[in-house]
């Protein structure tokens, strides 16, 4: 069974930095593309960064472009997304999500993680 493990979360003040990490399961990374979502409280859910199977050509919202970097490590079946220069409106429920497909995309994901609370509060 696919399971997804997030981690990294936490309280941290506007214009630190932060990396969540997913750890996949009972599977491997190599043929699946990869993403990270979040949700703030009263808001839909929304992309924030994916990445091809192969770790190239990653896409971000504009709302973090230069600021935050989606990458992968196959070996270890993980994910990260560093987050710089990080700000209140980045405060959200951030995901991980990951699709069998080559290349990646803002829908249709197969597997997603629990979730974990980032808030960039003073």
């Known amino acids: 069974q696919v399971q997804l493990v997030e981690s990294g979360g936490g309280l941290v003040q506007p214009g630190g930095s932060l990396r969540l990490s997913c750890a996949a399961s009972?599977?491997?990374?190599?043929?699946?593309?990869i993403a990270w979502f979040r949700q703030a409280p009263g808001k839909e859910r929304e992309g924030v960064s994916c990445?091809?199977?192969?770790?190239?050509?990653?896409e971000y919202a504009d709302s973090v472009k230069g600021r935050f970097i989606i990458s992968r490590d196959n070996a270890k079946n993980t994910w990260y997304l560093q987050m710089n220069s990080l700000k209140p409106e980045d405060t959200a429920v951030y995901y991980c999500?990951?699709?069998?497909?080559?290349?990646?995309?803002?829908?249709?994901?197969?597997?997603w993680g629990q979730g974990t609370q980032v808030t960039v509060s003073s």
């Open positions: 990445i091809t199977s192969s770790g190239g050509a990653p």
């Open positions: 999500a990951t699709k069998a497909a080559l290349w990646c995309s803002w829908s249709d994901y197969d597997y």
């Open positions: 009972d599977f491997t990374l190599d043929y699946y593309a």
